[in-house]
C-alpha cells in the first residue's frame, strides 16, 4: 500500500533504469538501484499489477555500485546508470536486448557483448531547455526524471564543458537584453531551447528556439559569438507548439554559416539545426563499419537503398562507387543536405538519389531509378518501422535487410514481423552509443531465406 516501508531485493533493471523487485510477489519499481542491492523502499504509488517506490535505506549494496561522480545525479533525468559501473552498465544493455527478442519477437538469437568506446564527454549535441528560477531569473539544465523542472548544474560528464559555458553566458546575457525565458505553465516569453552541435574540429552550431522572435536576439547571438569564436553558425527556430515537441517548423540562420560540417568514416558531412545526426561520432563509426561489415553481397554495382536516411550518413559511408545508392527521408532539410553530402564526397549524379517522402514509399522509388535493391538498411526512429515499410520491403524480395535500432523492442516486434515474411536473423550487436542512460542501439542482419513466401 501507499507509503508502506519495505525490504526487497534489487534483481533486475529495466532500461528506464529502474531497479525491480519482489514485495509479495508483486513488483517493484525503485529508482536509482542495482542489482543486487537489498533496499528499505517507502511505496510511492500502487497499482493493480505493480508498485512505484523509493530508496530509504541500502543495506547491503550490489557489487557493481560505484559513487556517482556527478553532483547534480540523484536529481536529474539525464542518466540512469551513473551509480553503476560502466561494465556492470555493458552487460545490462546486452541483456535488454537478449530480454527484448525472447520476450517480445518470441526468438532465441545469439546477441553478441555491447561494443563501446569512452563513457565520458561522448555528446556533440545538446540540447537544454530554458526556464525561470527564483525571481523569474533565467535558468537551464536538464529536466528531472518525468518532469519538467529544470535541474540546474554546472557541467556535465556525459559532454563538453564548452555547452555549459555557453548556455551560461547565453543566459546572463539573455537577462541583460530582457529577453525572457519562455514560461510553461502562462505560455510567455521567448527562450525555449537551447541547441548546439560540435563538430569533430571543435566548431559549433547554435540554435535558439523561441516562442516568438524578439528583436534583440540578433545582439544575443553578436554577443556570444565573439564570446566564443568557435561558433560557426547561429540559428532561430520559431516554436508557438504548447506541447513537449523541440523544435517548430520554422528554422532561418542569423549570424555566419547555415549547416555545420563533419567527417565520419573519412566522409564529409553538412548538418542543418534540424537535420539528425547522431550525437557520439566514434561509436556511430564502429555502428556503421559493422553495418558495412554485414553486407555480404559481391556483386559490383550493387543497389542500396537507405530507408530513414537523415543527411545519408550511413549510405554515403557504406556505398562504393560503382554502387547505386538511394536514400529516402521525411525532413525535407535533411534530404537537402544528403544531396549536397552526395557531392562533396564526389558521388556520381547517375549512380546516386536523395528522396523526400515517407519510407513506405522507398522502395518504388529506388526500383524506378536504379531497379530492385540487393540491400536494405532501415533506421528508423524509436517507434521502429510501419508495417506498410516491412511489408514493401519484404515483398521487394530483397535478400539482406541491415536494421540499426534505437529501441530494442521494437526491434524484437519488426523482427518478428520479418520472420513471417521468410527472413531469419542469426545474431544482433548492441552498441553503446549513449553511455550512462539506458538507450542502446543495435545491429541485426536480416536474410531472406529461400523458403520465404
Ligand atoms: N540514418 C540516419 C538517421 C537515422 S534517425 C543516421 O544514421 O544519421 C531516423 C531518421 O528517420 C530521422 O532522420 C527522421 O527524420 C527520419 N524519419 C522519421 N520518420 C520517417 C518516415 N516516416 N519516413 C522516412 N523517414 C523518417
Do not use: W
Not at 192 to 201: A, P
Amino acid at each position: 500500500m501507499k507509503n508502506d516501508i519495505i525490504q526487497i531485493e534489487i534483481t533486475d533493471i529495466t532500461p528506464e533504469g529502474f531497479g525491480v523487485g519482489r514485495n509479495n510477489g508483486k513488483v517493484v519499481f525503485v529508482a536509482d538501484t542495482a542489482v543486487g542491492d537489498i533496499i528499505t523502499a517507502k511505496i510511492l504509488k500502487e497499482t493493480k499489477s505493480h508498485s512505484f517506490g523509493k530508496v530509504l535505506e541500502i543495506l547491503t549494496p550490489s557489487p557493481c555500485r560505484i559513487d556517482s561522480k556527478c553532483p547534480v545525479s540523484a536529481k536529474c533525468g539525464g542518466c540512469c546508470f551513473s551509480h553503476i559501473s560502466y561494465e556492470a552498465e555493458l552487460k545490462l544493455k546486452q541483456n535488454f536486448v537478449k530480454q527484448a527478442f525472447a520476450r517480445i519477437g518470441g526468438m532465441d538469437i545469439k546477441v553478441n557483448e555491447t561494443r563501446f568506446d569512452k563513457s565520458e564527454a561522448y555528446r556533440n549535441k545538446v540540447q537544454y531547455p530554458f526556464g525561470r528560477g527564483d525571481s523569474q531569473k533565467c535558468i537551464f539544465g536538464y529536466y528531472a526524471r518525468n518532469s519538467h523542472r529544470i535541474v540546474q548544474h554546472e557541467s556535465c560528464l556525459l559532454q563538453d564543458s564548452v555547452f555549459t559555458e555557453i548556455a551560461s553566458f547565453v543566459s546572463k546575457t539573455a537577462e541583460r537584453l530582457f529577453i525572457k525565458a519562455y514560461d510553461e505553465e502562462s505560455a510567455r516569453g521567448v527562450l525555449r531551447h537551447i541547441v548546439m552541435r560540435k563538430n569533430r574540429k571543435g566548431e559549433i552550431s547554435v540554435c535558439f528556439v523561441v516562442f516568438e522572435n524578439h528583436k534583440k536576439l540578433s545582439i544575443l547571438a553578436e554577443e556570444i559569438k565573439k564570446e566564443f569564436p568557435q561558433i560557426v553558425g547561429i540559428h532561430i527556430n520559431l516554436n508557438k507548439r504548447k506541447d513537449n515537441v523541440i523544435f517548430g517548423d520554422e528554422t532561418f540562420c542569423i549570424l555566419g554559416s547555415e549547416t555545420l560540417t563533419d567527417t565520419l568514416c573519412g566522409k564529409i558531412f553538412e548538418i542543418s539545426p534540424r537535420a539528425f545526426y547522431q550525437v557520439n561520432a566514434e561509436m556511430a563509426e564502429q555502428l556503421y563499419n559493422h553495418a558495412k561489415s554485414l553486407i555480404h553481397t559481391e556483386k559490383e554495382g550493387k543497389v542500396i537503398l537507405d530507408l530513414y536516411c537523415g543527411t545519408g550518413t550511413i549510405g554515403l559511408c557504406i556505398a562504393s562507387d560503382k554502387d547505386k545508392l538511394c536514400g529516402v527521408e521525411i525532413i525535407a532539410d535533411a534530404v537537402e543536405n544528403a544531396k549536397k553530402n552526395a557531392l562533396l564526397n564526389g558521388r556520381s549524379q547517375e549512380n546516386t538519389l536523395f528522396v523526400c517522402g515517407d519510407a513506405s514509399l522507398g522502395v518504388e522509388e529506388c526500383k524506378k531509378t536504379f531497379g530492385k535493391p540487393d540491400v536494405i538498411i532501415v533506421d528508423p526512429p524509436r517507434k521502429g518501422l510501419d508495417k506498410a515499410v516491412i511489408e514493401t520491403v519484404a515483398k521487394s524480395e530483397v535478400k539482406q535487410v541491415v536494421y540499426i535500432s534505437c529501441d530494442p523492442a521494437t526491434l524484437a516486434r519488426d523482427c518478428g514481423i520479418f520472420f513471417q515474411f521468410g527472413y531469419t536473423a542469426t545474431e544482433a550487436t548492441p552498441f553503446d552509443l549513449f553511455p550512462r542512460t539506458g538507450h542502446v542501439e543495435t545491429v541485426v542482419l536480416l536474410e531472406r531465406t529461400d523458403s520465404a513466401i
